[in-house]
């Protein structure tokens, strides 16, 4: 199983939305035996509280129902997951950080190294921002999980539907 961790900071707006996209994408491609995934956040502001509403509420848009409870990462994270996908350049430099005192078997990217149209862009953080701030996060997220998904398939030479 390859299993893939995204991660921003209070988990409950961005990397939540992107797990919820990737997941619906993983089942789409009746891929859910290959590949698992999660999110979780670089601090605990939120711990256990449901996705941000205007994150469901776009989710809710594109047919996604997102089910996450916010979770703090962990260090056990590295040794399970094989992709960690961080939102922005801040939320990766802390997994780094937190990476570099652990064994970690994980590959730490960011989501936008998959972007067609600005690689290695950070996906802003929507939090203080409206509800277009986050239909963008979604129009962004979508082709880059695309790309991601595809990267897995070549990668580990998978088979698709
Ligand atoms: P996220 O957005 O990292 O995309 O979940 C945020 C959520 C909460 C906070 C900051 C960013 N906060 O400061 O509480």
Do not use: W
């Amino acid at each position: 199983m390859i299993k893939v961790l995204f991660v921003c900071l209070g988990n409950i707006c961005r990397s939540p939305l992107a797990e919820g996209i990737f997941a619906e994408k993983i089942r789409k491609m009746d891929l859910e035996k290959q590949i698992s995934c999660d999110s979780a956040g670089t601090e605990g502001y939120h711990i256990g509280s449901m996705p941000d509403p205007r994150s469901r509420k776009v989710a809710e848009m594109n047919g996604i129902l997102l089910a996450h409870r916010s979770q703090k990462l962990q260090v056990g994270d590295f040794k399970n997951f094989d992709y960690i996908l961080a939102m922005d350049k801040h939320n990766l430099h802390s997994i780094r950080t937190m990476q570099a005192k652990t064994a970690s078997k994980s590959e730490v990217m960011l989501v936008r190294d998959f972007d067609p149209k600005a690689k290695g862009a950070d996906l802003a953080d929507p939090y203080a921002g409206n509800s277009a701030d986050f239909e963008e996060c979604y129009a962004i997220l979508e082709p880059c999980l695309d790309n991601f998904i595809s990267f897995l398939l070549k990668k580990h030479h998978l088979e698709t539907v």
